[in-house]
């Protein structure tokens, strides 16, 4: 019966061994591909190039049903109007403490 713990064991162990081992190069091969700041942010910047030409391509087409300079016009509006929305809420807003008697044992 021992002998055959020792070898149960023993199989646990190795196979144990090898996971850990895969775990670890699959960990080092992540790490080797994994891109660095200067990287995500030359991607950062080109990718904001690209959305701006295409937005001044779509401005040019006028291919839509309203004009890119009124839409513009409505969402700055928008914008405008529930910043000040919500700087009149936080004027109003004022701080509230409820207090709860305790019934316990006749106190209160």
Known sequence: ???ILESIWMVAVLVAGWFGARLTKQIDD???EKADASQTRSEHL???KL???LD???DESQHTN???VEYKNDITSLHTRIN???RRKAEKILNYR???SKEKNGES
Request: glycine share 8%.
């Open 1 to 3: 019966m021992e002998k």
């Open 30 to 32: 992540l790490s080797k």
């Open 46 to 48: 080109s990718q904001g």
């Open 51 to 53: 959305i701006h030409e």
């Open 56 to 58: 001044r391509r779509v």
């Open 66 to 68: 309203i004009g890119r």
């Open 84 to 86: 000040d929305l919500e």
């Open 98 to 100: 409820v207090h709860q």
